[in-house]
């Protein structure tokens, strides 16, 4: 997962260089500069940064939502040119529409591909089973509780055979005790099925819990600050052991930094580089991007 | 969930308020031109064989021409809403187009098309589809970007996205439309009826006043009446159908 590696067969999502601008209809927003990182297929990842950053344009730019202003994106090593049908989005609201049942809104990545109704809603109902909302496959989604749409919305995703997953904080809207256990989830799937995952999240535990790897980002416009390795995750006792711990502690001590850099520019400061190098020793095994 | 018995209760309720009112008005009035309510209501059924036919032309009239005005305003209606390019050129039109009374063009749709079905239909169909696609554009721009994007990011087709997003999603907004258009549908007809042909219930009222019959023109004002109730709850069932996930919604 080196940013300068050159591109191999199983690279599943490289981005190369890669700036997008928002066009307001005020302003303009830098929102990624020179962004490169490259996922192996079947890779665990997980991104973590300041709101703002442009966590959530990278999904957008994965995804073929959008289509960056300058560099390359490429899935499966050939240059993306919209969405597909093998990646499947997890939106930051769910995404789930609300003039449809529970099982028909699980069914549509299946139905959008011409699958036929019955075919879709086995499917769809065996992904229910998998994340506990069988039992409401005939109710609307605004008859669920926000982290029974999380589910949900994660059953979509399941019921399309994927190669990649993107997701953007889908487990921002639960209590503690479910969040755990729908990472548990997460991990499980992913192992099962071993697409290539990209997790948004603002939650360090999350981070550490679900990322092989985790990207650090800066504030706006978004840079790729630090990389870290994280091979022990996988299993779900990791969140008992003390190397979980440690790798919490410095993705904190990063974040805490990484806010403090920002401050500091916005005030006009310099910031002592000097800094970085402890957080960077503290880190491990990491690479400064 | 709608209950069959107090839709009933309620229409029985209002129905008993307006005749109390209508025959307080009468006693009050005191002249041949407002009857009393029962001898109207009366004359209501017994004249109902022969004006049983008036009601269905008129019935007919109205509902070919809310649908063509809807299979036509609907479709484009949400298309332009949704294409800022269509809707540089179609936002000035509609501006232009929508306030003028559509009835203004009675004239000119009878030396085209005759005196008979066709110009009724046609001009309140013309009324209901500016109606509509007025409905259809602002609903269609309201759509929540996300659901859109969530989707398009399943690889949806635009002609997809138009089928699980866009339609369902104005579907409520549509309904409404649809309510006020019948309003506005039954009063063109009247008007259309009234000024060219020989059928339909806004002739006949026309008719019992031109011969100062009062008991069957109100009859008549009956008959309009139950077919605007037949035609609203005719709506309310569809929509209770077509729209469940906003009903629940809502309690
Ligand atoms: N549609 C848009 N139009 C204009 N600017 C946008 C748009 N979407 C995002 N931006 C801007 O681009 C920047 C990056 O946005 P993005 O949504 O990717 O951030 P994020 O990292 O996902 O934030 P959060 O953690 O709050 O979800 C933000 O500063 C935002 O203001
Ligand atoms: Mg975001």
């Known amino acids: 997962m080196n940013p300068r590696e050159p591109h191999t067969l199983t690279s599943a999502i490289e981005l190369d260089d890669v700036n997008y601008t928002y066009q307001g209809i005020e302003r303009q927003t830098h929102a990624l500069r020179d962004i490169s990182f490259t996922i192996a297929s079947g890779e665990p990842v997980a991104i973590i940064g300041p709101s703002g950053c442009g966590k959530t344009t990278i999904l957008s730019l994965i995804a073929g939502l959008i289509a960056p202003d300058s560099g390359k994106v490429l899935v499966n090593g050939t240059s993306i040119t919209g969405p597909r049908h093998h990646t499947s989005l997890i939106l930051q609201d769910y995404g789930l529409l609300p003039w449809k049942t529970v099982i028909d809104n699980a069914a549509l990545g299946l139905t959008l591909r011409g699958t036929t109704r019955a075919e879709a809603r086995a499917t769809a109902l065996e992904a229910l089973h998998t994340v506990g909302l069988e039992e409401f496959a005939k109710a609307y989604p605004n008859e669920l509780s926000g982290g029974m749409r999380q589910r949900l919305a994660l059953a979509r995703a399941l019921a399309l055979e994927v190669d990649i997953m993107l997701m953007d904080e889908p487990l921002s809207a639960l209590d503690a005790l479910t969040r755990e256990e729908l990472q548990d989830v997460l991990l499980k799937l992913w192992q099962r099925q071993s697409y290539a995952q990209v997790l948004v999240t603002h939650s360090i535990e999350e981070a550490v819990f679900l990322g092989r790897t985790i990207l650090l980002m800066t504030p706006r416009p978004g840079r790729i600050r630090t990389i870290i390795k994280n091979p022990s995750m996988g299993s779900s006792q990791y969140r008992q052991t003390a190397e979980f711990y440690e790798k919490c502690a410095c993705l904190r001590k990063l974040l805490i930094e990484e806010n403090g850099r920002a401050r500091l520019a916005e005030i006009g400061q310099p910031y002592e580089d000097g800094d970085d190098e402890i957080a960077l020793m503290m880190a491990g095994e990491l690479v400064d991007a | ?251």
């Open chain 2, 1 to 251: 969930m709608r209950s069959n018995l107090r839709i009933i209760i309620g229409y029985i309720v209002a129905f008993a308020l307006i005749v109390v009112f209508w025959a307080l008005a009468s006693w009050l009035i005191k002249s041949p031109a407002l009857p009393l309510p029962w001898d109207a209501i009366e004359q209501f059924f017994v004249t109902l064989p022969d004006t049983f036919s008036h009601i269905l032309i008129s019935l007919w009239r109205v509902i070919a021409a809310m649908v063509l005005g809807t299979v036509l305003g609907l479709p484009l209606g949400l298309y332009i809403g949704r294409s800022e390019r269509a809707d540089v050129l179609a936002a000035p039109l509609l501006y232009l187009l929508y306030p003028i009374p559509k009835v203004v063009f009675l004239p000119i749709l009878m030396v085209l098309l005759g005196l008979g079905n066709a110009p009724k239909i046609i001009l309140i169909a013309v009324v209901v589809f500016f109606q509509m696609l007025v409905t259809a554009r602002g609903a269609a721009q309201a759509i929540a970007p996300e659901s859109i994007t969530s989707v398009r990011s399943l690889g949806a087709s635009p002609l997809q996205i138009a089928r699980h997003v866009v339609l369902p999603s104005s579907l409520p907004d549509i309904f409404t439309a649809l309510r006020i258009s019948i309003g506005t549908a039954i009063a063109v007809l009247f008007l259309s009826e009234s000024i060219a042909g020989s059928t339909g219930i806004g002739y006949y009222i026309m008719n019992a006043w031109s011969r100062l019959d009062y008991v069957a023109m109100f009859a008549g004002i009956i008959a309009m009446g139950a077919m605007g109730v037949g035609l609203y709850e005719i709506l309310n069932i569809i929509e209770y159908r077509v729209i469940r996930w906003k009903h629940i919604t809502k309690r």
